[in-house]
């Protein structure tokens, strides 16, 4: 049975750091499309990062290039995503997901597995 499982989120002041993680089993994170999304009230799902089926290379959407880095632990299987300098607009629910057949992407229709979520809220 495959599972994501997100951890990590939280309440932090604008300007703080948090890292998720993402605990895989039954999906090997060495050599699949791993991506990390998320959904703010209101709005819809949109992709933050993606890291690819090979070598690890990493991949952003504009709004957090210089502030999310993507990583993943094949030992682990668990899949990171440190973010710095949060800022209010940042508030959402952070979910991980993972895809059999891509190399990379950051569509949602893309994924085929999805963890249940992580809440972060950056507010004073």
């Known amino acids: 049975q495959v599972q994501f499982v997100e951890s990590g989120g939280g309440l932090v002041q604008p300007g703080g750091s948090l890292r998720l993680s993402c605990v895989v089993s039954g999906f090997t994170v060495e050599d699949h499309a791993i991506g990390w999304f998320r959904q703010a009230p209101g709005k819809g799902r949109e992709g933050v990062s993606s890291?690819?089926?090979?070598?690890?290379?990493?991949y952003y959407k504009d709004p957090v290039k210089g502030r999310f880095t993507i990583s993943k632990d094949v030992a682990r299987n668990t899949v990171y995503l440190q973010m710095n300098n949060l800022k209010p607009e940042d508030t959402a629910v952070y979910f991980c997901?993972?895809?059999?057949?891509?190399?990379?992407?950051?569509?949602?229709?893309?994924?085929?597995?999805w963890g249940q979520g992580t809440q972060v809220t950056v507010s004073s």
């Open positions: 890291i690819d089926n090979g070598p690890g290379y990493t």
């Open positions: 997901a993972g895809s059999e057949d891509i190399i990379w992407s950051l569509d949602s229709n893309d994924y085929h597995y």
